[in-house]
């Protein structure tokens, strides 16, 4: 039996996403949205895309909750992009609502799901599905951590004309300009990247890596990235469906770890079949350390303005 994934939101990061799990058989996709009818003319599309893509899964697009009965992870991208100016946290007002009503219909007809958050400002829309869902902590959790660093291996591979592929990057922190990439845990096939350029070189990729979304918007002047983040999604489903228990930075729910309490968070965790199977703590120094209060902070502004 192939999983059944739910995919709620078929905007840009929503179709995407629907579109790589199917083509990499991860399991069969349900793909919803509010717009009527919308959902089942990309659902389709995708499906006859089949023969040629080589993939068997099916993908329903609906309009109706029932159809997303008994899923077994579901990926929330319901909610607003930013427009060019604005920061994800200003998505907060708008996203809590909508997340909050897909989140109530979502766990009552999936009771069993893994919920994989998307919609933005990341940490506190991951914080309002936990609350709403009651789900526990190991179940839910969000993406953006393995964007950030995706973003940053690929302007590191920019640089110095190396496969993005040799490339290995840690961001740590909350999804917002005040991430945390750590640079001492950034290595080029096993070689710490400081090898491979000068110090304000790689300050620069830092700062771009923060930047990475903003950018995009800039440039798209209508909504925000959602190749690379769809990838991202499905690098996190693929770890679930197969179990591989690959270490990827997500949002998680965190209960002292890294200092910090009641507060989603990107860390390293292991990702399987069970969700968030263990958080992996790791030595900071001092500064990465302020860093990391300094996101926290951030994170917690926004939370704070959330209802609960
Ligand atoms: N975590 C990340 O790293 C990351 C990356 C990219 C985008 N995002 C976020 O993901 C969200 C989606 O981005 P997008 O580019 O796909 O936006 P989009 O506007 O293209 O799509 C959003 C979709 O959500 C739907 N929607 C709105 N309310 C809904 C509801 N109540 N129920 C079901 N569907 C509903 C809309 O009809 C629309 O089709 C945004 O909040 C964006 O900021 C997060």
């Known amino acids: 039996m192939r999983k059944k994934i739910t995919v709620i939101g078929a905007g840009h990061v929503g179709e995407v996403t629907a579109f790589t799990i199917a083509q990499r058989e991860l399991g069969d996709v349900v793909l919803l949205d509010i717009i009527e009818d919308m959902p089942i003319g990309k659902g389709l599309d995708i499906r006859e895309g089949g023969p040629v893509g080589k993939y068997d899964s099916t993908i329903t697009g609906t309009n109706s909750y029932k159809d997303t009965a008994a899923s077994d992870i579901v990926v929330i991208t319901a909610g607003i992009p930013r427009k060019p ?5 200003e998505l907060v007002g708008t996203n809590f609502g909508i997340v909050k009503t897909v989140t109530e219909q979502v766990v009552k007809y999936s009771p069993n799901a893994l919920l994989l958050v998307v919609s933005n400002p990341l940490d506190a829309m991951a914080y309002t599905v936990y609350k709403v869902s009651g789900f526990p902590k190991n179940r839910v959790f969000g993406m953006a951590g393995i964007l950030d660093t995706t973003r940053f291996r690929t302007f590191i591979s920019m640089e110095i004309d190396v496969s993005v592929e040799s490339i290995q990057a840690l961001v740590l922190g909350g999804h917002g300009d005040t991430m945390v990439p750590v640079a001492r845990y ?16 790689l300050n620069a990729i ?16 209508t909504g925000s990235a959602y190749y690379a983040p769809s990838l991202a999604v499905m690098e996190m489903v693929e770890s679930i469906v197969r179990d591989k228990k690959k270490i990827l930075p997500c949002a998680a729910y965190l209960e002292g770890e890294y200092g910090i309490k009641d507060l989603f ?9 069970g969700g968030v199977e263990e958080i992996i703590e790791i030595d900071l120094t001092t500064e990465e350390k302020q860093m990391i209060k300094k996101s926290e902070a951030a994170v917690r502004v926004v939370i704070d303005l959330l209802k609960f």
Not at 85 to 89: A, E, L, Y
Not at 189 to 195: D, F, M, N
Not at 209 to 215: A, F, L, Y
Request: proline share 4%; aromatic share 6%.
């Open 186 to 201: 950034t290595t080029v096939a096993g070689i710490p990247v400081s090898h491979f350029m000068s110090e304000d070189k």
């Open 265 to 273: 968070f990107g860390v390293p965790v292991k990702l399987g079949a």
């Open 206 to 221: 830092i700062d771009r890596t923060r930047q990475g979304g903003g950018e995009i918007v800039k440039y798209l002047k």
């Open 85 to 89: 100016g604005m920061s994800r946290d």
